[in-house]
T-cell receptor
Framework: DGGITQSPKYLFRKEGQNVTLSCEQN?????MYWYRQDPGQGLRLIYY???????QKGDIAEGYSVSREKKESFPLTVTSAQKNPTAFYLC?????????????FGEGSWLTVV | GDSVTQMEGPVTLSEEAFLTINCTYT??????LFWYVQYPGEGLQLLLK?????DKGSNKGFEATYRKETTSFHLEKGSVQVSDSAVYFC???????????FGRGTSLIVHP
């Protein structure tokens, strides 16, 4: 079955450490997105990519980095510069071009700073 | 540009009660809206899509309707269950240069 796979589901980060969240999709979608969700809050856009080897900052990109070397992969690195990284992270993808496209989400990754 | 306003939650209901969640959408293009649901600890998943004034989407007992006179979309269910407790998001369809954005959603809590 096609879908989006995020890993790990749960991750603990020590102070000053970089961690990378994986996101893989086999839907052949061009566009991929990373969102952050804090408890009781909506989704805030971190980074997005609409084509391989290109990505754009979202609303809260500071302290995060991404790469898009392959169409199916869009990993997110939470750097030590992100002062409050504890949150639920969601990866999503969609087709580009034309209206009416569904957005597909992964199951999410919980990141906790210890 | 397009703008979406979703009703604030939480919405607290007893089992078998009627549910309505509203979403006002001012669209510059063709009006359609997607409803997504997020169960606790999970990602969002598509629940259904509403398009046109007379075209209802339906899934899992939920219906999505569009009221042209108020440019508002409504997610409805005649009899909610405890298992419907989740957060519901409305969002315009993606495509072209549109970047999907989501608000806080509307939290639904259903008591036995």
């Amino acid at each position: 079955d096609g879908g989006i796979t995020q890993s790990p589901k749960y991750l603990f980060r020590k102070e000053g450490q970089n961690v990378t969240l994986s996101c893989e999709q086999n839907l052949n979608h061009d566009a991929m997105y990373w969102y952050r969700q804090d408890p009781g809050q909506g989704l805030r856009l971190i980074y997005y990519s609409q084509i391989v080897n290109d990505f754009q900052k979202g609303d809260i990109a500071e302290g995060y980095s991404v790469s898009r070397e392959k169409k199916e992969s869009f990993p997110l690195t939470v750097t030590s510069a992100q002062k409050n990284p504890t949150a639920f992270y969601l990866c999503a993808s969609t087709k580009t071009g034309g209206p009416g496209n569904t957005i597909y989400f992964g199951e999410g990754s919980w990141l906790t700073v210890v | 540009g397009d703008s979406v306003t979703q009703m604030e939650g939480p919405v607290t209901l007893s089992e078998e009660a009627f549910l309505t969640i509203n979403c006002t959408y001012t669209a510059t293009g063709y009006p359609s809206l997607f409803w997504y649901v997020q169960y606790p600890g999970e990602g969002l998943q598509l629940l259904l899509k509403a398009t046109k004034a007379d075209d209802k989407g339906s899934n899992k007992g939920f219906e999505a309707t569009y009221r042209k006179e108020t440019t508002s979309f409504h997610l409805e269910k005649g009899s909610v269950q405890v298992s419907d407790s989740a957060v519901y998001f409305c969002a315009p369809p993606s495509g072209g240069s549109y970047i999907p954005t989501f608000g806080r959603g509307t939290s639904l809590i259903v008591h036995p």
